[in-house]
C-alpha cells in the first residue's frame, strides 16, 4: 500500500523553527516528485514548496522563500521542510505529495491535482 505520512507539525511560537518530516512506504521516492501543501481553515490548499526527483530542482512560494527549505533523502525515502522565522500566517495544515509521472511544466510543481500521493496532514500552529 502506497502511503505518505508526515510528522514533525506541533505548537511554536513566532519566530521559531519547526521540521517537518513525510515518510513513504509501499513505494521508492526515487523517481517521484514530492511538494508541501498547506491548508488553513476556510481557505483553498495551497503550494508551499517542491523538488525534483533527484533534489537538483527546489521551488518555493514567495510566501516562504528565505525562510523554508526543502530537502529530500531518497536512501531514507522520506522528503523534509525546515520552516524557519514561523509567523501566524504559516498556520494551517500541511501536506506532502508525490507524482510519479513525468514533470512535463514547472508549474505541475505548484499544482495539487498533478500530485497522485498524498499523506494526511500535520497541523502546524504559530501563536504567541
Known amino acids: 500500500q502506497l502511503q505518505l505520512v508526515e510528522s514533525g507539525g506541533g505548537f511554536v511560537q513566532p519566530g521559531g523553527s519547526l521540521r517537518l518530516s513525510c515518510q513513504a512506504s509501499g513505494f521508492r521516492l526515487d523517481n517521484y516528485a514530492m511538494g508541501w501543501f498547506r491548508q488553513a481553515p476556510g481557505k483553498e490548499r495551497e503550494f508551499v514548496a517542491a523538488i525534483s526527483w ?6 518555493y512560494a514567495d510566501s516562504v522563500k528565505g525562510r523554508f527549505t526543502i530537502s529530500r533523502d531518497n536512501t531514507k525515502n522520506t522528503g ?46 504559530v501563536s504567541s
Not at 54 to 59: E, P
Not at 101 to 123: K, N
Open 54 to 59: 533527484a533534489g537538483g530542482s527546489t521551488y
Open 80 to 125: 523534509n521542510l525546515q520552516m524557519n522565522s514561523l509567523s501566524p500566517e504559516d498556520t494551517a495544515v500541511y501536506y506532502c505529495a508525490a507524482r510519479d509521472s513525468p514533470i512535463l511544466s514547472e508549474s505541475w510543481y505548484y499544482t495539487p491535482r498533478r500530485y497522485a500521493y498524498w499523506g494526511q496532514g500535520t497541523q502546524v500552529t
